[in-house]
């Protein structure tokens, strides 16, 4: 039978192993602390109401407790982070911010990539619950996807923030959609005014259906901003196509239209730069680059490259700085994971590029 010394030594143990699971500013529950240690309820209950009365631990709510101190060798936070793609300029500089500010924070990056698919965001999901992550940062790029990735989290007890495309139960941060859109749309009709009196013939919409609706709504937006500029507008002057957020497609559904028409004063609204470049060559190919005006969302590099290309005309393109995302990302998980009251949506930042700005805030591109 042990000794009274072996069971304090025992119990001593206990209480390091408990005071490990704590980290920084953190807020855990009983439930929290049993499965991170595996010791019994009883046990860590008992050890946990010690701890409190000793001053190490303190209550932040009925069976919620924080650290007051922290063992030195308490480990870092496992941050799983799903990314949409390596193909696309937007995803890599969305993975680079990341990477670049989960060191900066001492966070453990596990990273995985979706690869714009539906059946590998759901391996990397049921992989990232393995890996027993604290958080997941979620950016895949399916509508009809975002309800299951996001249960096989909730199941297992694993917040969520979804980037870009909303996902039940999780914090979402990424583009405020319409409002991004109606500066561009804006924009568009404002160069239409000056450019050509106010007269055109007809508007392309260039969706990326796949993605959602609220992803949607910057198209939305975009032409909510050319009729409150231009109010004679009508319905059979707009043609919606998808351009699926990508150049090739987008190319050849404006190729298709051009065909069937004489050239006529036309406004392109893209849903990001990659759909405005498509429509871009597009027209040229066609001889109607004079007829047209396109509008763009995203300002990555390659469309900050046409803004600067002489005569182009891409008139701007609203900047969502995916460069900085992780800068906000991450100190947002580290809000969630510590227990602190954090917003359910945060947006990004939204600033109309054009080729009078784009070297002011974008001095570095060359």
């Known amino acids: 039978m042990p000794s009274d010394r072996e069971r304090g030594v025992v119990s001593v143990l206990r209480a390091c192993q ?30 946990l109401t010690t701890l ?32 949409q793609t390596s193909t696309s300029t937007f995803s890599r500089l969305v993975s680079e911010s990341i990477r670049q500010s ?20 759901l391996q990397n999901a049921e992989m990232l619950i393995a890996q027993r992550v604290d958080l997941v940062l979620e950016f895949q ?22 980037i870009e495309i909303p996902h ?9 959609n319409y409002r991004a ?71 050849e559904a404006v190729r298709r239209h051009l065909r069937k028409r004489s050239p006529l004063r036309t406004l392109v609204a893209a849903h990001n730069d990659p759909s405005a470049l498509g429509a871009l060559r597009a027209m040229e190919e066609c001889g109607r680059t004079e007829y047209c005006a396109v509008i763009s969302q995203s300002s990555i590099p390659e469309g ?12 701007g393109s609203v900047a969502y700085f995916p460069e900085r995302y992780g800068e906000q990302l991450i100190p947002l998980a580290l809000s969630i994971l510590s227990g602190t009251p954090t917003p359910t949506t945060v947006y990004a930042d939204h600033v109309l590029v054009t080729p009078r700005n784009v070297d002011r805030l974008y001095p570095h591109d060359a």
Not at 30 to 37: A, G, K, N, S, W
Request: charged content about 20%.
């Open 18 to 47: 408990i005071l490990r699971a704590f980290r920084e500013h953190e807020s855990l529950r009983l439930r929290d602390v049993v499965e991170r240690t595996s010791l019994s309820k009883t046990t860590v209950f008992r050890i």
């Open 52 to 83: 409190e009365c000793g001053g190490l631990l303190e209550r932040s709510g009925p069976l919620h407790f924080r650290a007051r101190s922290l063992l030195t060798t308490q480990r870092p936070f496992r941050i799983g982070f799903a990314a």
């Open 102 to 121: 989960a060191q900066a924070h001492g966070v453990e990056l596990i990273e995985l990539n979706n690869r714009h698919s539906v059946k590998v965001a």
């Open 141 to 162: 790029g399916y509508e009809t996807a975002a309800p299951i990735v996001s249960s096989k989290f909730l199941q297992a007890d694993v917040p969520v923030i979804a």
């Open 168 to 176: 039940p139960g999780a914090t979402f941060f990424g583009a405020d």
């Open 181 to 251: 859109g109606l500066i561009g749309g804006r924009a568009l009709a404002k160069w239409t005014r000056n450019s050509w009196h106010g007269q055109l013939d007809e508007v392309i919409l260039l969706e990326e259906r796949a993605a959602g609706a609220l992803p949607c709504s910057r198209v939305t937006g975009m032409l909510a901003g050319i009729r409150a500029g231009l109010p004679n507008i009508t319905e059979h002057m707009i043609h919606s196509f998808d351009g699926q957020g990508a150049s090739r497609p987008s190319l």
């Open 304 to 315: 900050r490259a046409e803004l600067r290309r002489p005569g182009s005309r891409l008139i």
